[in-house]
């Protein structure tokens, strides 16, 4: 028998686009690396404020399924990417990936969504068992 997967954590984050926008239109050429990986930087081409702006609320999100907020973990450290399907997926690297292994954390779950004004996202961090998601 298969072991049960466990809830480890959840987190939950939102926040307005306009923030995003305002933020690239500032700080755009530093935030790339920093903040946002080059995966991330490919769904933002055309301008989709919203995508670069659920990917910062889902690493809010991912890092405090984590149980330890960004305090610690480096920006670029939570990537979120998109299976071809349009799924999202996390992948943890450096200390992210280490906190994750340390909470006994398989996997990360991650929902996306965003409306004119607003992106949000809700995270479960995951122990045990095998699942369909996967941290890269």
Known sequence: MAPMSHVIGIGVDIIEISRIRELMERKG???HG?????????AFKGGHYEKLAGRF??????????????????????????????KPYVRLLGRAEELAKARGAKD???SISHTDTL????A????????EGRNR
Do not use: C, H, Q, Y
């Open 108 to 110: 990360i779950l991650i």
């Open 29 to 31: 050429d530093r935030l």
């Open 119 to 122: 992106a949000m996202a809700f």
């Open 57 to 86: 609320a889902a690493k809010e999100a991912v890092s405090k399924a984590l149980g330890r907020g960004m305090s610690g973990i480096g920006w670029n450290e939570i990537e979120i990417g998109n299976e071809p399907s349009g």
């Open 34 to 42: 920093r903040v946002f990986t080059d995966i991330e930087m490919d």
């Open 124 to 131: 479960v961090a995951v122990g045990g068992g095998n699942l």
